[in-house]
């Protein structure tokens, strides 16, 4: 009688559309195209969810050449890299979700040591901070890298070396509440290149010295040293 209703249609996209009425076949009784009346905006459609994926295998640099001492900076060697994409329920990439429809802040990493560490240490990130996650125009899918400084603080000088190694642990979620399904995403045990992950509780020592009046107005030599304790 003129109307039909159907119940499978689907949308892949992000983003608001509208929709027109025509035949099916393009040719209405022969006598052509025949099209209706544009509808209102239908929307606005979000992604399904987010693929998140590790590019790499991150690893730190030591401080020293071969070690590094609590306190010390040290920095990312190769830095983690993941590809945060948008999808629609198919698993298929809404490239649509970009510019002002890429509703996905930035977000803020948090950063744990992997494994036994020693009793008065703390992990510390440094200028490590969020990652920043705009996207003005990626198609839906945007890669990005981490950065900063870590270090490890002690309360006591005594403290034995142990192997430096850290996680890190984030949540991706946008405004719309639309998520990463493993929330949160983890990148576990990144360690140093080259294997020298060993924290040395270190410190600089000057060793006394002794002389005569006349050699204490001319110079005296002060023996200096570094040293780290090992147990």
Same mark, same amino acid.
């Given at each position: ?5 159907g ?13 027109t ?6 040719d ?12 209102g ?38 830095a ?29 990493e ?9 009793? *008065?240490?703390? @992990?510390?990130?440094? %200028? /490590?901070?969020?990652? !920043?996650?705009?996207?003005? $125009?990626?198609?839906? =899918?945007?890669?990005t890298?981490?950065? *900063?400084?870590? @270090?490890?603080?002690? %309360? /006591?000088?005594e403290? !034995?070396?142990?192997?430096g $190694?850290?996680?890190? =642990? ?33 410190r ?28």
């Amino acid at each position: 009688n003129g109307v039909s209703t159907g119940t499978d249609f689907s949308w892949g996209e992000a983003g608001i559309i509208t929709l027109t009425p025509r035949v099916g076949d393009g040719d209405y009784l022969g006598a052509g195209d025949v099209t209706g009346t544009a509808s209102g905006n239908v929307g606005r459609f979000t992604p399904y969810d987010f693929a998140v994926s590790l590019n790499n295998a991150p690893n730190f640099v030591a401080a020293c050449g071969g070690f590094t001492y609590m306190g010390q900076s040290f920095a990312y060697n190769l830095a983690p890299q993941i590809t945060i994409t948008a999808r629609n329920a198919a698993a298929t990439t809404t490239q649509n979700y970009s510019g002002a429809w890429w509703k996905l802040a930035d977000f803020v990493e948090s950063y744990a040591h992997n494994g036994p560490i020693s009793a *008065g240490v703390t @992990l510390n990130s440094g %200028s /490590a901070g969020h990652v !920043a996650v705009s996207c003005p $125009a990626c198609g839906g =899918s945007l890669t990005t890298s981490f950065n *900063g400084t870590f @270090l490890y603080t002690l %309360s /006591a000088p005594e403290t !034995a070396p142990f192997n430096g $190694a850290i996680n890190i =642990s984030f949540s991706i979620s946008d405004s719309d509440s639309i998520a990463y399904a493993g929330n949160p995403f983890s990148i576990s045990a990144i360690g140093f290149n080259g294997g020298n992950a060993q924290q040395y509780s270190g410190r600089g020592h000057g060793k006394d010295v002794y002389g005569t009046m006349a050699q204490v107005g001319d110079s005296l030599s002060m023996p200096v040293c570094s040293e780290y304790y090992t147990a």
